[in-house]
C-alpha cells in the first residue's frame, strides 16, 4: 500500500499539468485553451505568475512622496482577484494606480524591487496586501 501511494505521489504532477495554448481563429479572434484545433499552428505559453489565494500584510518602505491614501496595483489581465479589486475600487469611488506587470517592463521591474511573486500586491502608504477580499482592504484603508 505505502509503495502504491509513493508511486501516486510521484506522478500527481504529470497527471495535474496542462498546457496552456494561445491561437487565433479564422476570424481573426485570439482564444487561450488547452485544447487547440491544430496544436502546430498554436503557441504553448508558459505561465509563471500566480495569484494570491489568501490574503497577507506586510509592511514597507514606501517610494518618496508616497502618499497615505494612494492605492497601487500590481496586476495581470488574467487575475480574477485583481478584477474584483478593480471593480471594487470602482464601485467605491477608490481612486488608484494599477500597473500590468505583464505588459508594462517598468512595472515588472517596480514589483520585482518590492519582492512581488503573486498578484495583485496592492501597497497603501506603508502598508502592503498580498491578495484582495473586502474585508482585509478595508481594515488597512484609511
Not at 502598508?127 to 477580499?133: E, I, P, S, T, V
Request: a positive charge.
Amino acid at each position: 500500500m505505502t509503495r502504491f501511494l509513493l508511486a501516486l505521489i510521484a506522478i500527481l504532477p504529470l497527471i495535474c499539468s496542462a498546457e496552456i495554448y494561445k491561437w487565433t481563429d479564422e476570424n481573426g479572434r485570439v482564444h487561450f485553451g488547452d485544447k487547440p484545433k491544430d496544436k502546430d499552428q498554436a503557441e504553448q505559453l508558459s505561465l509563471k505568475i500566480n495569484s494570491y489565494e489568501s490574503v497577507s500584510y506586510e509592511s514597507f518602505t514606501p517610494t518618496q512622496g508616497a502618499k497615505s491614501k494612494r492605492v497601487i496595483m500590481y496586476s495581470a489581465a488574467w487575475c480574477g482577484y485583481c478584477k474584483q479589486a478593480r471593480q471594487y475600487f470602482r464601485r467605491n469611488g477608490i481612486s488608484f494606480v494599477e500597473y500590468d506587470i505583464e505588459k508594462n517592463q517598468n512595472a515588472r521591474r517596480a514589483y520585482d524591487a518590492i519582492g512581488g511573486n503573486g498578484v495583485p500586491v496592492i501597497l497603501i502608504g506603508n502598508k502592503r496586501l498580498n491578495g484582495f477580499n473586502v474585508a482585509d482592504f478595508q481594515s488597512i484603508y484609511p
